[in-house]
């Protein structure tokens, strides 16, 4: 099984790392992320969040990565 690990570096000391069972839950939580860090906790259109997204991570302080790991199929 897939595992998607979300991890998300904006200036602090110490990455951020989640592990979400698809890319569309990690990129939601991604969203939901910038959201707060934002104040826009109200906003919650999918399409004011790509750009939300971006405009956040243009610093080249902070950063993002969303990465799919091959779970171990034991």
Do not use: K
């Not at 405009?55 to 990465?67: C, L, N, Q, R």
């Amino acid at each position: 099984m897939q595992r998607v690990i979300l991890v998300i570096r904006d200036g602090t000391d110490v990455p951020i790392a989640d592990v979400h069972p698809d890319e569309a839950t990690a990129r939601r939580a991604l969203a939901a992320y910038v959201r707060e860090r934002t104040g826009l906790t109200t906003t919650r259109h999918a399409a004011n969040d790509d750009g939300a997204i971006e405009a956040y991570f243009a610093s080249e302080s902070a950063d993002y990565a969303i990465v799919g790991v091959a779970g171990d199929e034991r």
